[in-house]
T-cell receptor, first 113, second 113 residues
Framework: GENVEQHPSTLSVQEGDSAVIKCTYS??????FPWYKQELGKRPQLIID?????GEKKDQRIAVTLNKTAKHFSLHITETQPEDSAVYFC????????????FGAGTTVTVRA | EAGVTQFPSHSVIEKGQTVTLRCDPI?????LYWYRRVMGKEIKFLLH????????ESGMPNNRFLAERTGGTYSTLKVQPAELEDSGVYFC???????????FGSGTQLSVL
């Protein structure tokens, strides 16, 4: 099955700075890579996703990049704000069952005011 | 629209007891998934329903776990008898298509003492 590694496990940034979270995956046939954000006490919510035919996708202050050759993808948050504080999970689809996602262990992001 | 709802939000039981978790997906979502996060690690796939049928239950830890989705609406996940290692957060998610955006519930925090 798919194995997803996520780093760092915790990240503290000053408000206004950028935050970067990196993930690697093992199955070269994976083709769907979503990112979820879970605020304290709330449910995980999809914030951005990318498919393997695209190298980069941006939505306002967040962007995701995908390097299929190296089998890694990253989440970039620019101009961080206190409301960006949350746990972020990356995920990758299984090759033969692309409805099934393997998640990383999560990154706890703290934005210091 | 109403989101995915899970009940209970927290459950504390003793080893050997039985617990049943419930998930109500978003109305009209044929696909329902159970995931589990243990001890701050990755969110792991447990199983996938398409309507009332189990499409994939390869992530179920053992035969102490039983999931049902009678009538293709809500789903239950029963753990009997519960063991200490079953503690964690159990998430339910639903989607309209097999690999469309997953909508998560808030999870059930299960503590087995």
């Amino acid at each position: 099955g798919e194995n997803v590694e996520q780093h760092p496990s915790t990240l503290s940034v000053q408000e206004g700075d950028s935050a970067v979270i990196k993930c690697t995956y093992s199955d070269s046939a994976s083709n769907y890579f979503p990112w979820y954000k879970q605020e304290l006490g709330k449910r995980p919510q999809l914030i951005i996703d990318i498919r393997s035919n695209v190298g980069e996708k941006k939505d306002q202050r967040i962007a995701v990049t995908l390097n299929k050759t190296a089998k890694h993808f990253s989440l970039h948050i620019t101009e961080t704000q206190p409301e960006d504080s949350a746990v972020y999970f990356c995920a990758a689809s299984w090759s033969s069952n692309d409805y099934k996602l393997s998640f990383g262990a999560g990154t706890t992001v703290t934005v210091r005011a | 629209e109403a989101g995915v709802t899970q009940f209970p939000s927290h459950s504390v039981i003793e080893k050997g007891q039985t617990v049943t978790l419930r998930c109500d997906p978003i109305s009209g979502h044929d696909n329902l998934y159970w995931y589990r996060r243990v001890m701050g690690k990755e969110i792991k796939f447990l199983l996938h329903f398409v309507k009332e049928s189990k499409q994939d239950e390869s992530g179920m830890p053992n035969n102490r776990f039983l999931a049902e989705r009678t009538g293709g609406t809500y789903s239950t996940l029963k753990v009997q008898p519960a063991e200490l290692e079953d503690s964690g957060v159990y998430f339910c998610a639903s989607s309209q298509l097999a690999l469309a955006k997953l909508f998560f519930g808030s999870g059930t925090q299960l503590s087995v003492l």
